[in-house]
């Protein structure tokens, strides 16, 4: 069973990738937290397109991180091999330093100016949905898997381990992007361990104080150890503005607009590491 999970990772990914997608479709139109200010059609083909795109780019990476596990695990490299960490251990803490690993990098990538640059495509979507969890910039893309893949070296993390959490990353993002309204007891209670679409929105406000804040992705825990955990946006979930302030044209909803957002104007982009207006 796990040789097959491993074997056919891209194939059953992608299963669950396109049926996550179509099933937190319909629930966005059967509950959605907010109203929808822009039809599908004005947002979806150049989400998805990314998605698409980048898809084929992680896909010709030479080795990639699953290639560094195997190569790990045949090899015996990395610190879990070389203290001779048992299986379950190995596993639990693998799956928690690459959660952990996704939290830093997180941060990074709102903390430093070059990194901000092509993290602001994704937060330049002005709504919030399922497609949003998966909108990010191919340069980004291809930086988080160069980074997944030295940790996974330094820790030798097993092959199956990064198989499960590459899968559940996934699903958690497009989750936590939803535009989809939890009952309010379930939402209280699963945001202790796991990130709930109202915990990320705050993410994506338009406030650089709250859009530093809540960074992870799975696990709720590295914000509310770190002090980046913030639990409601000021002005509510359905009256906060999401987004940035700039490139919300109709134009920059366009594919290409959108993926030459890191290399256009405002060149004095506020990043969000900034104070309470974005400056520093």
Same mark, same amino acid.
């Given at each position: 069973m796990h040789h097959w999970l491993i074997v056919h990772a891209p194939l059953w990914r992608a299963g669950l990738f396109f049926a996550a997608l179509l099933g937190l479709a319909m629930l966005e139109s059967l509950a959605p937290r907010r109203p929808r200010l822009l039809p599908r059609h004005a947002r979806w083909p150049a989400n998805l397109a990314i998605t698409f795109l980048n898809g084929l780019i992680v896909g010709i990476i030479p080795l990639g991180p699953l290639g560094v596990s195997l190569l790990a695990a045949e090899e015996g490299i990395g610190l879990f091999h070389a203290l001779r960490v048992s299986p379950l251990l190995a596993a639990v803490g693998g799956f928690l330093l690459l959660d952990f690993a996704i939290y830093v990098q997180h941060v990074l990538f709102h903390a430093l100016p070059v990194l901000w640059r092509l993290h602001r495509m994704h937060h330049a979507d002005p709504e919030l949905d399922v497609t949003t969890g998966a909108r990010f910039h191919t340069f980004e893309i291809i930086l988080s898997a160069l980074y997944k893949m030295a940790v996974i070296a330094a820790f030798g993390i097993a092959p199956l381990v990064v198989v499960i959490f590459e899968a559940v990353l996934? %699903? =958690?993002?497009? !989750?936590?992007?939803?535009? %989809?309204? #939890? @009952? @309010?007891? #379930?939402?209280?209670? %699963?945001? /202790? $361990? #796991? $990130? =709930? @679409?109202?915990m990320h929105r705050v993410h994506h406000s338009v406030h650089p104080e709250e859009t530093n804040s809540n960074f992870g992705f799975n696990l709720p825990w590295w914000d509310r150890l770190f002090g980046t955990y913030r639990k409601e946006p000021r002005e509510g979930h359905e009256r906060m503005r999401l987004g940035l302030p700039y490139?919300?044209?109709?134009?920059?909803?366009? !594919? /290409?607009?959108m993926w030459l957002i890191p290399f256009r104007a405002p060149e004095s982009d506020p990043y969000p590491m900034g104070g309470e207006d974005g400056t520093r």
């Open positions: 996934n %699903l =958690t993002s497009m !989750f936590n992007h939803a535009n %989809l309204a #939890l @009952p @309010p007891r #379930l939402e209280t209670g %699963l945001r /202790w $361990v #796991l $990130v =709930t @679409p109202d490139f919300r044209t109709d134009a920059d909803r366009g !594919f /290409w607009r």
